[in-house]
């Protein structure tokens, strides 16, 4: 499956962006997706996951009650609507796929996209 990551740019403190993946699959329902980030000097962290169906959701702490992913099967599109940013969540995100449980290490990865926050 390639992945074409979108959506990322520059936003004052409390704006919102929505980032969108674009998943070149014919079986994306079969894939299970997630978001990451990576910050200037920092490890690459999980920000939120999807199940196959949608069904199911995960968060990392410091996104939760701000940031919420959703899938589209009809677009075979995943989205990661953040509001209320923050500037510790500047990074560049990466969206990535799986099969199975949306747990545990996905094996498809995007580009990235930026997301700068200003204060």
Not at 36 to 48: L, M, N, S, T
Not at 102 to 112: A, C, L, R, T, V
Request: glycine letters at 12%; charged letters at 20%.
């Amino acid at each position: 499956v390639q992945l074409q990551a979108s959506g990322g740019g520059l936003v004052q403190a409390g704006g919102s962006l929505r980032l969108s993946c674009a998943a070149t699959a014919r079986t994306f329902s079969s894939y299970a997706m997630g978001w990451f980030r990576q910050a200037p000097g920092k490890e690459r962290e999980f920000v939120a996951a999807i199940n196959w169906s949608g069904g199911r959701t995960n968060y990392a702490d410091f996104v939760k009650g701000r940031f919420t992913i959703s899938r589209d099967g009809a677009k075979n599109t995943v989205y990661l609507q953040m509001n209320n940013l923050k500037p510790e969540d500047t990074a560049v995100y990466y969206c990535a796929a799986k099969r199975g449980s949306e747990f545990g290490n996905y094996d498809n990865w995007g580009q990235g996209t930026q997301v700068t926050v200003s204060s």
